[in-house]
């Protein structure tokens, strides 16, 4: 099972959608249908792949919900909304959920440096958990 989670419940239910409308191909014919008529260009992605995500409402200012470990963590242009003691207090709290050896991604315009010391800059924008 893989979770998705989402700063909000709105979010979280558009993140649910099945369709997509960018994908490496090879993924694209592995797991995905493809649209037809007014779908077209589209796709949608494989029932038994779907079933295994798990999609919630997570918020990062509290302690997190008992989740699984990621191996990834994507927090693209979140971070830019909190003030600094923020951001550590919610870096450490996701570094509690990140597998050692594991990355958390943020955006191009965030900086986590010097947040934790159990993140090393892989580069601008990537994190690698040590």
Do not use: W
Not at 116 to 121: T, V
Request: hydrophobic residues 35%.
């Amino acid at each position: 099972m893989r979770s998705i989670s989402a700063i909000s419940a709105k979010s979280s239910s558009t993140k649910r959608s099945p369709r997509y409308h960018r994908i490496q191909k090879h993924l694209l014919q592995t797991y995905c249908l493809r649209g037809v008529g007014s779908k077209q260009g589209g796709f949608v992605v494989d029932r038994h792949l779907r079933e295994r995500i798990e999609f919630r409402a997570v918020n990062l200012i509290e302690q997190l919900p008992e989740i699984d470990f990621f191996d990834v963590v994507f927090l693209r242009n979140v971070m830019i909304y909190f003030d600094q003691n923020t951001r550590r207090s919610v870096c450490k709290r996701l570094l509690t959920r990140i597998r050692p050896g594991g990355y958390l991604f943020v955006g191009h315009s965030e900086s986590l440096r010097g947040m934790c010391d159990e993140l090393l800059s892989v580069s601008s924008s990537i994190y690698r958990r040590l």
